[in-house]
């Protein structure tokens, strides 16, 4: 397949990639918020939001695995167990939260809501912290493996001449 002619200069292209950047991740959140918006509306009826998660979900691995394969963890935030802890909370109040709201219909009282929320928080954020324990020791292999240059390029440049 031909490469297609780029009519954009430096400056243009670093413009556009700026402009991706913020629409991919625009894109990301708001189908985020509608599939829990969704599920807050449909209540457990899966069915409603299942195309929009199969993405999320395709997404989600695709930017992970290339910022892993290519030794990228994130601008601001740095790979920690703190961070990890955090975002895995955050992860399970979410889920927790969205879960407990739309299983009130199904409990006669509120406290089996709230419980059966509570467990789905607590199974969020531990498989949120295993996922992001794993990309973590991932990605410190990867950026070690990067990390470690060739003694000396020129010699053997020099000696396959």
């Known amino acids: 397949m031909k490469a297609k002619k780029n009519n954009l200069d430096e400056r243009q292209e670093q413009i556009l990639l700026k402009i991706e950047h913020k629409g991919f ?23 409603v939001y299942a195309g929009e998660c199969a993405i999320l979900l395709i997404i989600s691995l695709y930017v992970s695995i290339e910022c892993i ?29 969205v879960n407990a709201i739309s299983l009130m219909r199904f409990f006669d009282k509120p406290w089996g809501a709230i419980a059966a929320g509570a467990v789905i928080g607590v199974i969020t954020f531990l498989l949120c912290m295993i996922a992001l324990s794993v990309s973590m020791r991932l990605y410190r292999k990867r950026a070690e493996k990067m990390e470690e240059e060739p003694e000396d390029i020129e010699e053997d440049i020099i000696e396959i001449k």
């Open 69 to 97: 394969r290519n030794g990228i963890w994130d601008r601001k935030i740095q790979p920690k167990a703190s961070a990890n802890i955090l975002a895995s909370l955050i992860a399970g109040l979410v889920m927790g939260v």
């Open 25 to 47: 991740w625009l894109a990301f959140w708001l189908l985020l918020a509608a599939m829990l918006i969704q599920s807050i509306t449909s209540g457990v009826d899966f069915r």
